[in-house]
Antibody, heavy 119, light 107 residues
């Protein structure tokens, strides 16, 4: 079946970096984009950015520009999201989602990866 | 960025009730409006896209309507598994902003 499986929980210190993976299966990886959405504890959903799995083009949320990098490895159908210079307010569950390419429309989601930033 | 405002923020209802959740956009988004359901500790699930199209596999008791700036999600007869948080999201322009969520609780 179509699914996205993410890497496990991470605990990082302020100023460090984190890289979360998202492995796709059950569909042609390069036919869709991948968006990343995060959710701080008890809060709503925040779109972080998008990457085309076809050609690697990216579009990042303005507030994260310069701190986030999204990449893909088409040989393993895996997307990656790296966030640098972590702060306590980056503590959140990070989701990858298959983006249908009609604006940001997400039909398949990963299970989420908890990233905790704490000294 | 387009602001999405949902009302109410929380709602108590009983099994079998008809429930309506409203979402308002800060500018016209045509029909580029999606609804997601999220249960505690789980990823969101797409219910409705393009304002009124039911995602495959979603029960027909869910329906969506609206265009421009005002939209609604209706659950015709609440089932126990429907108690969750619901988010609207616009896909008219980047970033695809979400509403703050409506928590649907059992009365």
């Amino acid at each position: 079946q179509v699914q996205l499986v993410q890497s496990g929980a991470e605990v990082k210190k302020p100023g460090a970096s984190v890289k979360v993976s998202c492995k796709a299966s059950g569909y042609t990886f390069t036919s869709y984009g991948i968006s990343w959405v995060r959710q701080a504890p008890g809060q709503g959903l925040e779109w972080m950015g998008w990457i085309s799995a076809y050609n690697g083009n990216t579009n990042y949320a303005q507030k994260l520009q310069g701190r986030v990098t999204m990449t893909t490895d088409t040989s393993t159908s895996t997307a990656y999201m790296e966030l640098r210079s972590l702060r306590s307010d980056d503590t959140a569950v990070y989701y990858c989602a298959r983006d249908l390419g009609v604006g940001e429309l997400f039909d398949i989601w990963g299970q989420g990866t908890m990233v905790t930033v704490s000294s | 960025d387009i602001q999405m405002t949902q009302s109410p923020s929380s709602l108590s209802a009983s099994v079998g009730d008809r429930v309506t959740i409203t979402c308002r956009a800060s500018q016209s988004i045509s029909s580029y409006l999606n609804w997601y359901q999220q249960k505690p500790g789980k990823a969101p699930k797409l219910l409705i896209y393009a304002a009124s199209s039911l995602q495959s596999g979603v029960p027909s008791r869910f329906s969506g309507s609206g265009s421009g700036t005002d939209f609604t999600l209706t659950i015709s007869s609440l089932q126990p598994e429907d108690f969750a948080t619901y988010y609207c999201q616009q896909s008219y322009s980047t970033p695809g902003t979400f509403g703050q969520g409506t928590r649907l609780e059992i009365k």
